[in-house]
């Protein structure tokens, strides 16, 4: 959503009109009708080029080609792959570029499918961490409709979306931040690793007072030490990143965070 957002504000500095955005749906296997119906929505208040494009089958005949089965990591990736391929071609065959929608808390965590998510021609949110992207959408100046729908998108679960429903709800079973934590805290801990360099202890000594009667001591340093760890094992994956806008924090490879893939230091 802020990707798209941020493309909207280029085509209005450039007097260029919306519908020279191409959004495309791809529901798959863990598609809500909430965020499907949210995505259909967006595009026409913001009145882009709109596609959907149901990637269950082409993911379905890749599996079976595979010789896969089970819902595992395979089956998520697939899903992951199946929408970048479809990205990269059809922004071929509309002489366009893809736009990366990876946010810096993501890339950070490695919280993407390599070769998938993770690439793109330019990342315009690669800077921004996931609570300031969940802040700019809620406070998006914008027309009564518009806000509307963006506030539906705030409300709604931080999912990939690439596991099943829930059976009995059909709504999203997946929640990001049940896997990694509140990103509240993740965010937290980034910023002062990545931009202040604080030490392990001074962050989590910060933490307990910023986040006093909220989480738990013990809570918080597991989230840290998942947070870290998640950080030190996925340098490969941003080293593989596309260029993007630098907003305070880079994670860059080729400029403000030069590691090497097999990165596995300790401590700070």
């Known amino acids: 959503t802020l990707a798209l957002l941020v493309c909207v504000k280029a085509c209005q500095k450039l007097g260029v009109d919306t519908t020279q955005i191409h959004t495309i749906s791809m529901p ?9 119906n949210q995505a259909l929505d967006l595009s026409k208040a913001f009145s882009t080029t709109f596609k959907e494009i149901d990637i269950t089958k082409a993911t379905t005949q890749h599996l079976q080609d595979i010789e896969h089965e089970g819902i595992d990591f395979v089956y998520e990736n697939a899903q992951a792959r199946e ?10 065959k509309v002489n366009g570029f893809v736009v990366n929608t990876s946010c810096l808390s993501e890339a950070v965590l490695g ?17 921004i961490p996931k609570s300031l992207v969940r802040f700019m959408i809620k406070n998006y100046p914008s027309t009564e409709e518009q806000a509307k729908i963006l506030h539906r998108v705030y409300e709604t679960p931080v999912s990939p979306e690439l596991l099943p429903l829930n059976a009995k709800t059909k709504e999203i079973a ?10 509240e805290l993740i965010d937290f801990y980034i910023f002062h690793h990545l931009r202040n360099g604080f030490t392990n202890e001074k962050i989590l000594f910060l933490a307990e007072i910023a986040y006093a009667g ?12 998942n947070t870290y760890t998640r950080f030190r094992r996925n340098q490969f994956k941003r080293t593989t990143l596309p260029s993007g806008v630098k907003v305070g924090i880079s994670i860059s490879p080729r400029g403000d965070l030069r590691l090497p893939d097999e990165y596995e230091g300790e401590g700070n």
């Open 28 to 36: 798959g296997f863990g598609t809500s009708d909430r965020t499907k």
């Open 83 to 92: 929408r970048m391929q479809i990205l990269f071609d059809y922004s071929n």
């Open 111 to 127: 919280w993407s499918t390599f070769g998938a998510d993770q690439l793109g021609n330019y990342g315009v949110n690669i800077s």
């Open 174 to 183: 997946q929640k990001t931040e049940d896997i990694l934590g509140p990103y």
């Open 214 to 225: 909220k989480y738990e001591s013990e809570y918080m340093d597991k989230i840290f030490k």
